[in-house]
């Protein structure tokens, strides 16, 4: 066919009709296809600003206590992709995480907001999320699974707690659902992106003498029962052969207005960790420590409280010092933890038994109030060591997709060896110290499609 025949072809009214057509069913086929018909995009926007001052800082070179005041103060832009399942089976996420630096203090490293830049507060930009996920159907057991780099809320031995990022993992990871029960298995290869750094890193084990144990895997996973009124779960992981954690959490909702809950926790040293901390003074513990805790929540029938309670306990044994269980045992990690002790760095020691009250009120359905507190107490070289603080907080949603949340609290403690659990003690006696601390958090989420 000559060249100008070909052309006047493609210009005829018959041939553009026919490929407008094809071109209307390819679109209409993408269209239909889940891959692209389920496909959604959330964009979020986080404004937070944290502030804790102190009064139990050793500063080093000085060699005495200080006040050290660490705020921090960012805006972050998020954008979680999640595609449909091509084929039914097959499928892929993302998500990115970008930080404005805003303000911060000079320490304010503390505050997990901002990238630590050598002692800088600077902003980032990454992609944190991206990973092939898959979705398998064999009635009555389902199967999910992810590939790459994601994020872990309450999955294994690992949680997440927000920022203006979420940290991410690099790994596998498996759920096994029939009927009520269902299983998680994963496996890690040490690499992480950190809630407040745009690099990658590696998780580590610190041997307490300064020196890092770079992991090169983690496996964990956990069983899972769910239904409405009783909700079990138990968990177990390892770090190499330096550390094992594993948990159980259960809660149970005993009315309508009633629910208890109870955690148990435990860490040990594997056969590796037990020889680098053999000789060390430094360590959280001597071999393994445990934490218990058990609440109760009341929603006080046809009135607008909630009220609820909290106690805790810890063993941690050591041979020098004071132990402590610690929350994110692993560096560059966040530990699973769901006590009422999670909100401070004190109430986790050897021996030590906390107290926490809460009440919170309902003003209208858009904006509740209340007040938390907490108190616990010790002994050390025959000393009975108590602390304790207290703190308000409110809720609002003025508008549908943004919150706003404000906390504040002041707390009584106490002057601390360089471990951070070990009380100082002048001729005998601990020094009483202080803490002041805030939070203010606006987000703002709506889905494109």
């Not at 046809?302 to 044994?317: D, Q, Y």
């Amino acid at each position: 066919m000559k060249v100008k025949n070909f052309v006047l072809l493609m210009l005829s009214p018959c041939y553009l009709a026919v490929t407008a057509a094809n071109a209307s069913n390819w679109e209409d086929t993408i269209k239909e296809n889940s891959f692209v018909a389920d496909s959604e995009l959330e964009i979020s926007t986080r404004n937070m600003w944290k502030y804790l001052k102190t009064e139990n800082r050793f500063d080093k070179e000085e060699q005495r206590y200080k006040k050290q005041v660490a705020q921090a103060w960012g805006q972050n832009l998020q954008l979680d992709y999640k595609s449909g399942y091509f084929a039914d089976v097959i499928g892929f996420d993302a998500s990115y995480y970008g930080g404005i630096k805003l303000a911060a203090s000079k320490d304010f490293a503390s505050r997990a907001i901002l990238y630590n830049d050598d002692g800088e507060a600077k902003g980032y930009n990454k992609i944190g999320q991206r990973y092939a996920k898959v979705k398998l159907d064999f009635e009555p057991v389902k199967i999910n699974g992810k590939a790459g780099w994601f994020t872990l809320k309450n999955k294994g031995i690992f949680t997440n707690s927000q920022r203006l990022s979420l940290n991410t993992y690099s790994g596998y990871y498996t759920n096994t659902a029939l009927g009520d029960w269902n299983l998680d298995l994963m496996y890690l290869d040490s690499k992480v992106m950190r809630r407040d750094s745009p690099n990658i890193d590696k998780m580590y084990f610190d041997d307490g003498n300064g020196k890092r144990h770079v992991l090169d895997h983690v496996i964990t996973g956990g069983i899972n029962y769910e239904t409405k009124p009783l909700k079990v779960y138990y968990f177990y992981g390892q770090a190499d052969d330096v550390f094992r954690q594993q948990g159980l959490e259960a809660k149970y909702k005993l009315t309508s207005d009633v629910t208890l809950a109870s955690q148990i926790y435990n860490h040990e040293y594997g056969s590796d960790g037990k020889r680098t901390t053999e000789k060390n003074t430094k360590r959280n513990f001597d071999k393994r420590a445990w934490h218990y805790a058990g609440t109760v929540e009341w929603k006080v029938p046809e009135t607008p409280w909630t009220l609820g309670a909290g106690l805790t306990h810890t063993t941690a044994k050591k041979t020098n010092g004071v132990g402590q269980f610690a929350r994110n045992p692993i560096g560059n990690t966040r530990g699973r933890f769901n006590s009422p002790a999670y909100s401070d760095i004190d109430y986790v020691r050897d021996g030590e038994t906390m107290l926490g009250l809460s009440a919170e009120y309902q003003i209208n359905p858009d904006l509740s109030v209340g007040v938390r507190s907490n108190y616990s107490e010790f002994s050390y070289e025959g000393e009975k060591l108590r602390q304790g603080q207290a703190g308000l907080f409110s809720y609002w949603t003025p508008m549908k997709n943004l919150s706003i949340s404000l906390s504040g609290g002041y707390g009584w403690h106490h002057e601390q060896e360089s471990d951070y659990s070990t009380p100082k003690l002048y001729n005998g006696h601990s020094q009483r110290a202080h803490s002041l601390s805030g939070s203010m958090t606006t987000t703002y989420r709506f889905k494109m499609f």
